[in-house]
């Protein structure tokens, strides 16, 4: 089989999965926590977990095909990658005087170690280790009691301090998450996301299937190493956070407000790619 025939195939696989990804299945997670009336950190916690199904699959079936330092190189280059675009888009929207809040600086010290253990797991060849998962189990509650206490502090100190526009305005959104009357409407719109949601959660899963094909086909038929294809997928699974950074700043009126859903965006798909998803590739790759 031609070798530039398959890395086409790879490559069409890999951004149908983020164009799905950033497309379809962000903006039913986004509807569904707007019907919900959540807040902004956690619109930014379920856009986290939404952009990071690429490297779920990508990971998982890599994993699967017994690749586990491209699974690996994926979750590097993609944490990598996210933190670079992150900055980026602070700086384009002129937010960076933001950072200076001190709940988004533990955020973002958070955001560095989940840099930093998986090259220190590379670097002394432990990725292959079972007794990683329920450590990354155990890390990944203790990073969020970390920055929930943190945010959770920031506000009670801003509340002490003056009355600004964020804290009123996450009165005003604590408020309307308390209403536990929904209308019919508002319940068949979350239904109808629900479903779309399961659609779409298949049809990404027959799409990872064929690329966990096409990587076997590169790494085994045409000797290509783990590490590229790991980088390359690294590249191409950031894509839908590039994007949910820039729509969480430009979507609300308040600076900081944006710049806190684009934080807890950042920090919870870098702590999904490292604890959640190297879990269960580690758990494939062992099991299969």
């Given at each position: 089989?031609?070798?530039?025939?398959e890395?086409?195939?790879?490559?069409?696989?890999?951004?149908?999965?983020?164009?799905i990804?950033?497309?379809?299945?962000?903006?039913?997670?986004?509807?569904?926590?707007?019907?919900?009336?959540?807040?902004?950190?956690?619109?930014?916690?379920?856009?986290?977990?939404a952009?990071?199904?690429?490297?779920?699959?990508?990971?998982?079936?890599?994993?699967?095909?017994?690749?586990?330092?491209?699974?690996?190189?994926?979750?590097?280059?993609?944490?990598?990658?996210?933190?670079?675009?992150?900055?980026?888009?602070?700086?384009?929207?002129?937010?960076?005087k933001?950072?200076k809040n001190?709940?988004?600086?533990?955020?973002?010290?958070?955001?560095?170690?989940?840099?930093?253990?998986?090259i220190?797991?590379?670097?002394?060849?432990?990725?292959t280790?079972?007794i990683?998962i329920?450590?990354?189990?155990?890390?990944?509650?203790?990073?969020?009691?970390?920055?929930?206490?943190?945010?959770?502090?920031?506000?009670?100190?801003?509340?002490?301090?003056?009355?600004?526009?964020?804290?009123?305005?996450?009165?005003?959104?604590?408020?309307?998450?308390?209403?536990?009357?929904?209308?019919?409407?508002?319940?068949?719109?979350?239904v109808?996301?629900?479903?779309?949601?399961?659609?779409?959660?298949?049809?990404?899963?027959?799409i990872?299937n064929?690329?966990?094909?096409?990587?076997?086909?590169?790494?085994?038929?045409?000797?290509?190493?783990?590490?590229?294809?790991?980088?390359?997928?690294?590249?191409?699974?950031?894509?839908?956070?590039?994007?949910?950074?820039?729509?969480s700043?430009?979507?609300?009126?308040?600076?900081?407000?944006?710049?806190?859903?684009?934080?807890?965006?950042?920090?919870?798909?870098?702590?999904?790619?490292?604890?959640?998803?190297?879990?269960?590739?580690?758990f494939?790759?062992?099991?299969?």
């Amino acid at each position: 089989m031609n070798l530039w025939l398959e890395i086409l195939e790879f490559l069409l696989y890999s951004i149908l999965i983020v164009l799905i990804s950033k497309y379809i299945l962000v903006c039913i997670l986004r509807r569904i926590g707007e019907l919900l009336r959540l807040k902004s950190k956690t619109i930014g916690n379920i856009a986290g977990v939404a952009t990071s199904i690429p490297e779920l699959l990508t990971a998982s079936f890599s994993a699967m095909s017994g690749f586990i330092l491209t699974s690996t190189y994926n979750i590097i280059s993609s944490n990598i990658i996210n933190v670079v675009q992150y900055m980026f888009t602070v700086i384009l929207n002129k937010n960076s005087k933001i950072l200076k809040n001190k709940a988004l600086k533990i955020d973002l010290i958070l955001v560095g170690f989940t840099i930093l253990i998986p090259i220190l797991m590379r670097i002394f060849h432990f990725e292959t280790q079972g007794i990683l998962i329920p450590i990354f189990i155990l890390l990944l509650f203790v990073f969020y009691r970390i920055t929930n206490n943190a945010h959770s502090l920031y506000s009670k100190v801003e509340k002490n301090q003056n009355e600004n526009k964020y804290e009123e305005n996450e009165k005003d959104q604590e408020k309307k998450s308390n209403i536990s009357v929904y209308s019919r409407k508002e319940i068949s719109s979350v239904v109808l996301q629900a479903i779309l949601l399961a659609i779409v959660g298949i049809l990404l899963y027959g799409i990872g299937n064929l690329l966990s094909n096409v990587l076997e086909n590169l790494c085994i038929r045409f000797e290509i190493p783990e590490f590229i294809l790991g980088i390359l997928l690294g590249f191409i699974t950031s894509l839908p956070e590039f994007i949910t950074f820039l729509e969480s700043q430009k979507h609300h009126k308040e600076d900081l407000e944006g710049v806190v859903e684009a934080t807890s965006n950042l920090l919870t798909s870098n702590l999904m790619n490292l604890f959640v998803i190297q879990s269960i590739a580690i758990f494939l790759f062992l099991i299969l």
